[in-house]
């Protein structure tokens, strides 16, 4: 008998409803997996700070065509695996037919529908998922003793473990991850099974290995899952740019210890906070982010912040730096001015350094200060265009680029300069002088050899 009280089981109205629904019409609807494991994890107190328990799934021995017969409301999620979404005024319910594997190989099951909640139970992946509940009756199925496993804090494969796993491959980062959000003892034979099959990973796809990530760091403590990664060889299949990383010691618990202390809602940065770490130089550290991001399908848009957060992340700026050099930080890293602030504070967070924190925060401060000055940071806010220079005569071309750059450099130096009238005068005064050349070459770059007249002094 479960150790489960059924009691403390706290589902939504919602999904009170349907399961209701359910069993009016004659028919079995049980709630199964991670909601019965979460509410018995903070039903024993071992995880206070856990979330409230998810209630989005039902199980049922009602065949997908029922479903949407007894509901008027529903989605055709994945009919052919046997689920249904059911709406419930805002409220979406995914609604599971009994399942049993018939044919699987290690990414994809063809599945048949079984007739009864412990064949359902069967094909779970771990002892702590394998546990249902009926509402209707209040009856616990633990039929392989999860609640047992979860009070030992144990992860424990359902039966023998070598068959989950070849059933399918991504078994093994979600153990890992199981292991690290409960902290949890991987069972030594379900251990060895993970150990022996993680070749396996490198025939699944990079949108379920990046969505298992997502969720490894949406985990109040993602270090230890990754460190299981690294221990157990995935690293190697889905993460080389980090292989190196991870035989190193130091830095690799170093940079655990930055994604921990990075804050949880924000998987971007805790994604940066390892790819800074994975080379010693911005070009490298764009490289490795690009070319991880990329293998796991992230969106175009993620990659490319990803890869510019890890790319920016040095140099940095200090709260002695002037205010100029503020206003030149600020316009070179854009909008992703804050995560930059955050993945600094994450390093000196792990570091345990207090200084190092009251300074990011001092300097924080005072970049905070310019940026709400609304200074003009890029060409977009200067007070003159394109259209204006060339009313002075120029001609079309790059070189028009280069002026509204210097011009921006000098605005960026005094922000009181932003004004249309000077801004129109300073260049009429470069373009006469011939002086863009100036304009053209990297700041505290000696100018030589340029064919053009210097400007005087």
């Not at 989605?75 to 319910?93: E, I, M």
Request: charged share 30%; aromatic share 8%.
């Amino acid at each position: 008998m479960s150790a489960i009280d059924p009691g403390r089981l706290f589902p939504t109205p919602g999904f009170r409803r349907i399961a209701a629904r359910l069993e009016a019409a004659g028919y079995e609807a049980w709630a199964v997996g991670g909601a019965i494991r979460d509410a018995y994890v903070r039903q024993i107190g071992t995880k206070p700070d856990l979330p409230d328990p998810g209630w989005e799934d039902l199980t049922t021995d009602a065949r997908p065509e029922d479903v949407m017969r007894l509901f008027p409301r529903t989605v055709p999620v994945g009919v052919s695996h046997g689920t249904v979404k059911v709406l419930d005024g805002d409220d979406g319910y995914e609604v599971t037919t009994f399942r049993r594997d018939v044919e699987t190989d290690g990414r994809h099951a063809r599945v048949a529908f079984a007739d009864s909640i412990g064949e359902d139970l069967s094909r779970r992946d771990f002892t702590a998922n394998a546990i249902a509940w009926r509402p209707a009756s209040d009856e616990v199925r633990d039929d392989w003793d999860g609640a047992e496993d979860i009070e030992d804090g144990i992860l424990r494969a359902v039966g023998e473990p070598e068959a989950r796993f070849r059933e399918d491959y991504l078994r093994i980062l979600r153990g890992f991850r199981f292991a690290g959000r409960f902290e949890w003892a991987i069972e030594v034979r379900t251990d060895e099974a993970m150990r022996e099959a993680v070749d396996g990973l490198s025939g699944l796809s990079g949108e379920r290995v990046r969505e298992e990530l997502l969720k490894v760091m949406a985990d109040p403590k993602p270090s230890t899952a990754l460190e299981l990664y690294a221990t157990c060889g995935a690293l190697g299949h889905w993460y080389p740019e980090l292989v190196e990383l991870a035989a190193a010691g130091d830095a690799w618990r170093s940079a655990l210890g930055a994604v921990d202390a990075a804050p949880a809602h924000a998987a971007n940065v805790r994604l940066a906070s390892l790819l800074v770490a994975a080379s010693e130089t911005p070009e490298g550290r764009a490289e490795a982010a690009e070319s991880l991001l990329s293998r796991l399908k992230f969106s175009n848009a993620d990659r490319r912040y990803i890869t510019r957060l890890a790319r920016l992340y040095l140099p940095f700026v200090g709260a002695l730096d002037s205010a100029a050099e503020h206003r030149r930080w600020l316009a070179s890293v854009g909008d992703a001015w804050e995560d930059l602030f955050e993945l600094h504070f994450a390093v000196a967070r792990a570091a345990g350094e207090p200084r190092a924190k009251r300074y990011l925060e001092a300097t924080r401060e005072r970049v905070r200060e310019e940026r709400e000055g609304d200074p003009a940071l890029d060409l977009a806010g200067l007070a003159v265009k394109g259209d204006d220079l060339l009313a002075l005569g120029m001609s079309p071309g790059p070189i028009v680029r280069m002026l509204l750059e210097e011009l921006l450099e000098q605005v960026l130096e005094d922000p009181a300069r932003n004004e249309r009238e000077p801004l129109l005068e300073e260049a009429r005064r470069l373009i006469e002088i011939g002086s863009l050349a100036e304009a053209s070459r990297p700041r505290d770059t000696p100018a030589a050899g340029n064919g053009l007249p210097e400007a005087d002094d």
